[in-house]
């Protein structure tokens, strides 16, 4: 899961510590241990109250290839989500800020 400077600001303020990494593509994400996510224990999110914005739209996903907002396929709920014009919304304006983001991390690595 992709996360924003504003997610890792709350996850961070709540005390939360070494919980995400930057990978190959310059994108600050999640790490997972196992294969699954770090903040997942004993079934639960443990992180759920401040999860990351992409975490609470889920299992609502952009579509890069097309340009539209989805459903994962790989969730088994994924028919509960309606996909509205609000949450369309928040999507890509969180897909576009993680763009942003990553585009300064670059910079910065690069300069």
């Known amino acids: 899961m992709t996360l924003t400077e504003a997610d890792l600001a ?3 303020g709540s005390g939360f510590k070494n919980f995400a990494h930057v990978n190959r593509d310059s994108d600050l994400e999640l790490r997972n241990h196992d294969g699954r996510c770090v903040f997942l224990l004993n079934g639960r999110c443990d992180a759920y109250e401040v999860r990351p914005e992409g975490c609470r739209l889920y299992p609502l996903i952009l579509d890069l290839r097309n340009d539209r907002v989805v459903r994962d396929e790989l ?4 028919e509960d989500f309606p996909i509205t014009s609000d949450h369309a919304g928040r999507l890509r304006r969180s897909v576009a800020r993680e763009r942003t983001e990553a585009g300064h991390s ?3 690595m690069d300069g």
């Open 10 to 12: 709350r996850l961070n």
């Open 75 to 78: 969730c088994p709920h994924r």
């Open 106 to 108: 670059r910079r910065r």
